[in-house]
């Protein structure tokens, strides 16, 4: 019940097109969801996340959905770039007093732009 | 700028030798984690700790350990390291209340 998991384990999409990774989680206490991006060589970095009482947040090219219902979210890169290709992780947890900032990851996606 | 640093990028060791992995936080941060990252497998928490001298074992916790002395260094232990232990090692740090976690670098260990 504590899993996240993310598909495709990896993407491949050509310049200017739409990235789409899903997630999926079954813990319904879980109330943060972020994403990391990471670069070779480099650790991952929040990209953007969501809570639970909004069913879409963008940032620039970058859309999180959120479906509560369902226990899934996804991230959108629109308008993809060769400086998007990097490996994607999704992330669930509970924040809040009492509890310990412990984040769940998916498997991770690594994606591909191709010029 | 929050920064995580980890002691090394890349080591090499032996099957049994003991291996030290140091992280530092620099944002006074009350949680800090251990994770190993293998492909297709995602980040898969080793330990944790939410304050000093306070750990909790993650979901892989066999074969490591881990001290923290001071708030803003945590330490990954090998006690004898074997093959299966060759991987990325990435340190995070957070407040303890948001989840936000930021990462260091990476060590790269192999064990022959």
């Known amino acids: 019940q504590q899993q996240v998991k993310q598909s495709p384990q990896s993407l491949i999409v050509q310049k200017g097109g739409i990235s789409i990774i899903n997630c999926a989680y079954e813990?319904?206490?879980?109330?943060?969801f972020p994403w990391y991006q990471q670069f070779p060589g480099k650790g991952p970095a929040l990209l953007i996340a969501i809570r639970p009482d909004v069913s879409e947040k963008k940032e620039g090219r970058f859309t999180i959905s959120f479906n509560k219902s369902a226990k899934q979210f996804s991230l959108h890169i629109m308008d993809s770039q060769p400086g998007d290709s990097a490996t994607y992780f999704c992330a669930a947890s509970m924040e809040g007093s009492g509890n310990t900032g412990k984040l769940i990851f998916g498997q991770g996606t690594t994606l591909q732009v191709k010029p | 700028d929050v920064k995580v640093t980890q002691s090394s990028r890349y080591l090499v060791k032996r099957t049994g030798e003991k291996v030290f992995l140091e992280c530092v936080q620099d944002?006074?941060?009350?949680?800090m984690f251990w994770y190993r990252q293998d492909p297709g497998l995602g980040l898969r928490l080793i330990y944790f700790s939410y304050d000093v001298k306070m750990k909790e074992k993650g979901d892989i916790p066999e074969g490591y350990s881990v001290s923290r002395e001071k708030k803003e260094r945590f330490s990954l232990i090998l006690e004898s390291a074997s093959t299966n232990q060759t991987s990325m090692y990435l340190c995070?740090?957070?407040?303890?209340?948001?989840?936000?976690?930021?990462f260091g670098p990476g060590t790269r260990l192999l064990v022959l």
């Open positions: 944002m006074d941060h009350e949680n």
């Open positions: 995070a740090s957070s407040h303890r209340v948001v989840g936000t976690q930021y």
């Open positions: 813990n319904t206490a879980f109330d943060y």
